[in-house]
């Protein structure tokens, strides 16, 4: 793992992200069901919390019920929690869109947006991550290089502004967040 995360490491922003997207609202991504979702019409939340998701990983089930925790206790407070389903890591999320979305339905009943399936690394990766990837910790400006997303349910945390925030990474369970939600509703 650690020469593919050398190898993407070393992509400086000027050739891997040199169309990198300037403004959170400007983006879009289709849903889970191929809709697709212009970011601007969701302005007018007041915090934002996009995690890259797995079905079969260890963390799938805490961090499902967790963010579906955080909708249900923040979302009519202006928290809009925005999932992305990826297979980047041990192949984690094998399935197409329609069994994705089945089998979080089943499981989860969440009420927050599931996308369609995306890379978050690499060669073809969405603009949405590359947007956060760019203006987040991931952007080692020392060295001029943009780090990878390194597993699944990593998250970032973006005010009503557009602006990231925060990023954790996947060890930590989805509450571990509140207080940074808490503020930026506030």
């Not at 593919?4 to 959170?24: G, H, L, T």
């Not at 849903?31 to 007041?46: A, C, M, P, V, W």
Request: proline share 4%; with cysteine.
């Amino acid at each position: 793992m650690k020469k593919r995360i050398r190898k993407i490491q070393s992509e400086a922003p000027d050739d891997y992200f040199e169309d990198y997207p300037k403004d959170f609202f400007s983006l879009s991504a289709r849903d889970i069901e191929g809709s697709l979702i212009e970011f601007k019409t969701l302005q007018g939340q007041r915090a934002f919390l996009v995690v890259n998701v797995a079905s079969k990983c260890d963390y799938t089930e805490l961090s499902y019920k967790g963010l579906q925790a955080l909708q249900e206790k923040y979302g009519e407070k202006g928290l809009q929690i925005l999932a992305f389903p990826c297979n980047q890591f041990d192949f984690q999320e094998p399935w197409d869109n329609p069994i994705i979305k089945k089998y979080v339905d089943e499981h989860f009943k969440i009420t927050f947006p599931l996308f369609e399936k995306i890379d978050v690394n690499g060669s073809k990766t969405h603009d949405v991550y590359k947007f956060l990837r760019y203006h987040s910790a991931c952007r080692l400006a020392a060295s001029n290089t943009i780090a990878p997303i390194t597993w699944n349910f990593s998250k970032f945390l973006i005010d009503r502004d557009g602006r990231v925030m925060k990023m954790i990474t996947c060890e930590r369970e989805p509450e571990k967040m509140e207080k940074s939600i808490r503020e930026l509703l506030e």
